[in-house]
Nanobody
Framework: QVQLVESGGGLVQAGESLKLSCAASGDTITIINMGWYRQAPGKQRELVAVLISGGTINYGDSMKGRFTVSRDTENTVSLQMSSLKPEDTAVYFC?????????WGQGTQVTVSS
């Protein structure tokens, strides 16, 4: 089992920046990929950014150029968000893919006011 705990969400104004962090614990040796998804009210969960084993990074289309994901340590991943827009308002979930299943954090709320 892997546990994921996010931190860093909050309320910001449009154009500002915010950094999210996620710490993994438990059977972390099984983790292959880590990253972030988000879900806005009434919408499906969507890809924000995922670090793929081997160094590839997949970003959601609307995040390219504004968001940067990094694996700071073997068990932590962060998401630096810049030039935030009201449409970035959502619950952001940390994600980890292990050999047999995916894991999700509890989510952290990001609210961007106009």
């Amino acid at each position: 089992q892997v546990q994921l705990v996010e931190s860093g969400g909050g309320l910001v104004q449009a154009g500002e920046s915010l950094k999210l962090s996620c710490a993994a614990s438990g059977d972390t040796i099984t983790i292959i990929n880590m990253g972030w998804y988000r879900q806005a009210p009434g919408k499906q969960r969507e890809l924000v950014a995922v670090l793929i084993s081997g160094g590839t990074i997949n970003y959601g289309d609307s995040m390219k150029g504004r968001f940067t994901v990094s694996r700071d340590t073997e068990n932590t991943v962060s998401l630096q968000m810049s030039s935030l827009k009201p449409e970035d308002t959502a619950v952001y979930f940390c994600y980890a893919r292990a050999r047999v299943r995916a894991y999700w954090g509890q989510g952290t709320q990001v609210t961007v006011s106009s």
